[in-house]
């Protein structure tokens, strides 16, 4: 009786630790899937703003290439956001991997 008690808790340890491992694979694949999305949003953002910022000549020489009331703030916002998403995701992931 003590012997197969003893089974049971063994072999439900062993799947518990499988099903944790897999988990924690998720877990991993999901951060890094994010944190890349987030460095595409970031270099694609960034770039456009560079385009805006090269070619924006203003109004004085009569011939804008932009409207007078183009906004860039939603251009901004995605860079700052996916800045942010891309330092903690990479931050989660060295801890997860290197303290945990």
Known sequence: MLVSSTTKVGSENARLQTCRRVLDNIRSALTILVTAISLVVLALSAQALQVYDSTNIGTDLGLPLWPSAFDI????????????????????????????
């Open 73 to 100: 703030r939603p251009t901004l916002a995605m860079v700052a956001c996916s800045t942010i998403i891309m330092i903690t995701g990479a931050a989660s992931f060295m801890l997860e991997k290197f303290v945990g």
